[in-house]
């Protein structure tokens, strides 16, 4: 990662660098699996119809096309722009692919629906630190049919807290926050136009307060009171349900303040019993997509906030529809490239050597090849990743090749056939079986472990 | 698989079909890793130029744009056909953009280099049974730097005997060829234009002999004689070394050609002592692309054999290059999605269960939500997949939830605080304690099994 991508914005990982992407994926799909979530995947192309249904991004889509497009199959050819309908792009995140997953197949699935999906994703941005044109994701969603228990908004929290807590990484928080609370809340101030008001406490990180006001102020014409009520309420923190007293303290009545309130106490009560130290009350969080409507979820990596947020989502309860069936849902994505990005950087974690290997087999002479694949076939039937050497080389330059790929262990036949295996590390040498010798479960496969 | 794919080449799997996707994906990768192959993934896209360097495949490209390209800085925006150097286009194979990586990369890569990969790659191609316009490829390769020893081609084919036959697919059989025997042979009976012989002879299966010896004549200048030993070599097939005398039989006198049989000699003769039945020698096996010059691989599942090959590669010795240095490898792809997407078609393996969850834990009242929470925490630390009921339903509703989810058991905690376990496909309940029970061994996790 400290290479330069030779195209900037699609990063590509050397093989010690992708034993920790691996570790992470693995680990939370381990995680993910224990919960009871399945895997699927969809097409990396949706229509740019589909695509674009739901918020404004279309700037940072890539758009496909076959390059030479006789039949006008898909796609729009060279300096043919296709209606949207037709026109493919590549996804931009798992949500919106989910959804078209769920509605073409509703029939064949088995509802709340639980799935995890691992996969790329592109979008067409300025690169920086933390955001790249292609990156993976690793979301889990539940989704119901017509309608889902608010309780899920509570166990997704969970298993994100399961899944994180899970790698080697930093401490991290989430911070949780309720669209209902904050809705219901500006409108009892009297801001009618919520969605404005939450876009513009939504850059609070970035502009700071004095900058929110007047946005407030300039463009949905709040007074001073209502902007300074918006900020109070934004500035709310609380790693237990202390935050509704402090909410109740400004004064306002509403009812949809009321629901997002007993729901936001409902997550942060019995996440904050279930993971103390995990998760917080922070009013402060809007996320920008539209499509939330109740409980919202960011992460941050405690000591890494400027990173952003590694884990995001919320609760959505029309994202996917199909005539007047609605599908509700909540969901959390994992922002993997980013994670591992920093992971990698910082030295946060390291594979403990570069290869699965742990054996090279050595040869005394060409000849003895094929009993060396025996040796190697012994070692590989109970589990251990074996190499055979390709040439007869002398001993030393065998040695060699092992060392500068990182394996640990070299086995050497002798003539009389008994056979020894010599951990090049110390360079202590033992007699050794190919059917019964293991190395230390420690060498056994590379190890991703949490860095100095 | 049986559904109609939303749009057509994309193909997307339910659950079930899923699990034994990742059944084939976790079972090669973990034989890949056994024979010390290291994991990489490449980036999606290369520029158009580096796709566009070897062979002609111009029309199967997939080139990819920003939708709205502001600041131009990647790709051609709509109307502008960019140079290829800059149009970003979506990989055709991984061959391609492993080759890029190697010389990218070569000052931080152990050589011989040992990569898996296993990545989507997209095709533009008119969508039939076994080509999808998306699909799964799982690459082996073996690079040298400047020179890589021709045993390589031997390991190759034992470590694609070893992966494929870990599957739970029907009997299938490598069928392996060389380059420089055919070429050799070609020159031998004075027909220059070696490549061209080939791509004819690659036509055999598609058209006939007859046609073949048509287009050797019509095309390449060939005499009847010449066609017909053409021919003759092409027809020659051997499950032992026996080739070598049928090639000989054929009185041709070239080097290059004896080259070629010295080197088939020596992968048939000790793959198949190694893999008894798992290989053939096909002297008709040409494989369409350029950049081989040795070993050719081809594999077909017996009793399959209308799907064509679902897992080719050979011997090349410098589709990397860098200045002067050259990196020759060797490598193997197996066309995961034809391969799954036939095992669903015909049912050659299915999932024991469409979710990985093993238990469900359900709820006496709305209350005991948390404490069942701690009953699922017990039974995942020990690995056990578990979901907790949302909703404290009815009994008879909680177990339905665990029937058409496919979950084999349900928990019951009792008011005293004891808990029981039922196995609700033969309806038996047992005492239970969430620290010491464990499922049997066989519904721990969903099995994928060859199919009746």
Do not use: L, Q, V
């Given at each position: 990662m400290a290479r330069t991508a030779s195209l900037s914005g699609f990063p590509e990982l050397l093989p010690a660098e992708r034993l920790v992407e691996l570790h992470v994926l693995d680990t939370l799909r381990r995680v993910f699996e224990l919960h009871g979530f399945s895997s699927i995947e969809t097409r990396a192309v949706e229509t740019l119809g589909q695509l674009l249904?739901?918020?404004?991004?279309?700037?940072?889509v890539y758009a496909v096309s076959r390059l030479q497009d006789e039949d006008q199959e898909t796609g729009g050819g060279q300096g043919s722009r296709q209606a949207d309908d037709d026109q493919l792009a590549l996804h931009f995140d798992l949500t919106v692919p989910f959804a078209r997953y769920v509605v073409e197949n509703a029939g064949h699935l088995a509802f709340p629906f639980r799935r995890y999906q691992i996969q790329k994703v592109w979008r067409g941005e300025r690169p920086q630190e933390g955001r790249a044109r292609e990156f993976t994701q690793a979301d889990i969603d539940v989704v119901g049919e017509s309608q889902l228990p608010f309780r899920y908004d509570v166990e997704l929290a969970l298993v994100i807290v399961d899944a994180l807590g899970a790698l080697p990484i930093p401490d991290f928080q989430l911070r949780i926050n309720n669209r209902k609370l904050a809705e219901g809340f500006y409108r009892g101030i009297g801001l009618d136009d919520t969605a404005g008001v939450l876009r513009s406490i939504d850059k609070l990180d970035k502009i700071g307060p004095d900058k929110v006001a007047e946005l407030l102020h300039n463009e949905l014409g709040a007074t001073t009171e209502q902007a300074h009520a918006a900020l109070k309420l934004a500035s709310i923190r609380a790693e237990d349900t202390s935050f509704v007293d402090q909410v109740r303290e400004l004064g306002v009545n509403d009812d949809l303040l009321e629901e997002g309130l007993a729901e936001l106490e409902q997550v942060i009560s019995e996440a904050t019993k279930r993971a103390p130290g995990r998760v917080l009350a922070d009013l402060s969080i809007a996320r920008g997509l539209d499509y939330y409507t109740g409980t919202v979820y960011e992460t941050v990596l405690l000591g890494h906030e400027s990173l952003g947020s590694i884990c995001s989502g919320g609760r959505y309860d029309s994202l996917a529809s199909k005539g007047n069936k609605k599908y509700p849902g909540v969901g959390l994505s994992i922002g993997v490239t980013r994670m591992v990005a920093r992971m990698l950087n910082q030295e946060l974690a390291t594979a403990s050597r570069p290869v699965p290997t742990a054996v090279l087999v050595s040869l005394n002479n060409d000849e003895s090849w094929s009993a060396a694949q025996d040796v190697a076939d012994a070692l590989r039937k109970r589990g251990i990743s074996t190499e055979v050497a390709a040439t007869a080389a002398k001993f030393g330059k065998q040695i060699k090749y092992a060392d500068r790929r990182g394996i640990p262990f070299v086995w050497f036949t002798n003539d009389d056939g008994t056979h020894e295996v010599k951990d090049i590390r110390s360079g202590e040498q033992t007699a050794a079986d190919p059917d019964l010798w293991s190395p230390p479960a420690a060498d056994l496969a590379p190890a991703v472990v949490a860095g100095s």
């Open positions: 249904r739901k918020g404004e991004i279309d700037k940072e």
